[in-house]
């Protein structure tokens, strides 16, 4: 599966990414190292969840819990049709995914990128939303244009370990969340004029 371990392409508090090469060429390599204390304060994304509600607080299985959420929101998104790296496999705390960029060089977050046309990329990235609800019954639940990639005129929604299912408690909270975040940022950085994002919440709801 995995053929070589490339450098590290990100560090963050939750996870270390490295590029990698696997059998139909690169890959990202997403090794999941949560903290106790942040642990404890991401239980709220697992509440409600009856996949993960019982899920362990301690030990190595933390660590191996928080990853394989990630991978099964990864997947069901990713079979819904909503534009994601394609997961390919999951081990212990070890999450193994499409690579989104070229040369082992990750491809932009939405943030640092030059978008070309940012009215049609803010309409698909809420379509992603909308499907994502409807068809995956999940809300990713920290969406932002730090957790958007953008490579070749397309978007890839990353970092699905917070995502929930829509019957979570605080589902239709974190799904103003998400559509606000983006409404706001294609508002603020290219004077798209986006919907209000409580309508688009109602009408993502309501599925009409």
């Known amino acids: 599966m995995i053929k070589k371990i490339g450098w590290i392409i990100s560090a963050g508090k939750e996870a270390h990414i490295f590029s990698g090469e696997g059998e139909h060429g690169e890959i990202a390599i997403k090794i999941h190292r949560v903290q106790m204390v942040r642990f404890r304060k991401h239980r709220v994304y697992m509440r409600g969840d009856y996949r993960f509600d019982t899920a362990p607080l301690s030990g ?20 819904a049709g909503v534009s994601v790296p394609k997961p390919i496999a999951i081990r212990e705390n ?9 040369d ?3 491809a932009p977050l ?3 990128a030059e978008v070309k046309n940012p009215e049609e990329l803010a309409s698909r990235i809420l379509n992603d939303v909308e499907k ?3 068809e995956s019954r999940l809300v990713h639940s920290d969406l932002s244009e730090y957790n958007i990639m953008y490579w ?4 890839y929604i990353i ?8 019957d979570h408690p605080k589902a239709i909270e974190f799904l103003y969340h998400d559509v606000k975040a983006v409404t706001a940022f294609f508002n603020r950085e290219y004077k798209v ?6 309508e688009v919440v109602k009408r993502i709801v309501r599925g009409g």
Do not use: C, Q
Request: aromatic content about 12%; glycine content about 4%; cysteine-free.
């Open 110 to 112: 939405l943030k640092d």
């Open 152 to 155: 070749r005129e397309r978007h």
């Open 159 to 166: 970092d699905w370990s917070h995502a929930v299912a829509i």
């Open 132 to 134: 994502l609800y409807r």
């Open 104 to 106: 082992g060089l990750p």
């Open 193 to 198: 004029e986006t919907p209000d994002a409580k």
């Open 60 to 79: 190595r299985k933390m660590y191996a819990v928080w990853a394989r959420k990630e991978y099964r929101n990864l997947l069901k998104a990713y079979r």
């Open 94 to 102: 070890v999450v193994v995914m499409e690579f989104i960029g070229e």
